[in-house]
């Protein structure tokens, strides 16, 4: 019995003597790019520790935004390298956890997963980014906040309205954060308008959208079994307001 | 001799306990989880048929896919160009519509982020995601 259980403990010794094994340096990588970058860039660095080498078989990233990069495809023992993971921040805000699996033909470790965690900063919050009056309500004001993110200090942020249609004031309400007040001129037609909202030393660009809806839909009708639902008409695109800007600085 | 197995058995699972503890270990707090979405804010494709022409579909994924194929009527809304997309969904939407967002399967992450923004940043209500994406609605349709 005792023989066995050696025999068994010394053969897993020697698979693991001389294994090849891709050490990553570490597994997870926070980046905390400036607001304006466009991308945030991960390298995740490795050593081939075993003694033969080690071929990538595929790296994947976990979406779109991301693309991984290996800069070889088989690692001679002892070798180092790096994974390079580029994270397109495009639209996103807050934090972003990407992940990439890296497969190899390493039997004991084929798959590793490594996560690319980037915290973009936000220069200003705004809350909600969507105001709406239904068609004929009355035409009060709505508020729109605006928070100033934590390690930025901004004194006045300008809001650009796209139509005419709508008036907006500015007022600084303390503690970093502003108060837009969103009014359209009437609610008797369908419209709407972007507003832009800058701070004053920021080529950044904030965005919030105020809009008349149309009426609202008929009561819902289930359809028939089998067909598929009717939807909305293909591909809407959405009136786009071609008058001068109204704009206010506060 | 039955005996000898069974305690060989119990020696081997009692040795893999060891590695497994360790790598439990090194990697703890390592794995990031993903936030299940709660049923209440899923629906499946039945479902959202069902809702006839009272729902919006949002298609969440990039626009080269979105390009290639989408469910019919659907509004491109992504993250990679959210502010310029944003307004065109606004303008389609009215209070009373259902929204539907989906991306490509049940485990890509970019229609739970979209419903979230809609419903957060937009404060847009009746937000879901479709169980199973593309590929759910494409076995039920094609």
Redesign the interface.
Known sequence: ?KT??LA??LSIAVCFGARAELKFDK??IELHPKPDDKQAVGHFTYQNTGKTPVKFKSVKA????TAAQTQKDEVPAGEKGEVTATF?I????GTQ?K?VTVETDDPANPHTVL?L?TIIPQLLE?????V?W?QGEKADPKAITVKVGKEFTVKHIKVTSSAPDYQTKVEETGKGEFKIDVQPKDTNTAN?T?LTIQSEDSPK?F?A?A?V?????AP????PAGQ????????????VAKTAPTGQTH | MKLSLTRQALVLAALSLFPAMGEAIYFRGKISWRSPIPPSEMVSVDQARALGGNVIWVDARPDEEFARDHVPGALSLNEDRWNELLPQFLAAWSPGKKVVVYCSAESCDLAREAAERLRKEAQVPDVFVLEGGWEAWLKKNR
Do not use: H, L, W
Request: with cysteine.
């Open positions: 019995m066995q259980i068994f403990i597994t997870e976990s979406c779109g935004c397109n495009g639209d996103r805000t956890v992940t996560t965690r705004v809350s909600p980014t969507f709406f239904k709407g972007t660009v965005y959208t809009r809806t149309g009426a609202p839909p819902m009708v289930p359809a598929p639902a009717p939807v909305p008409p293909a591909d809407q695109k959405a009136p």
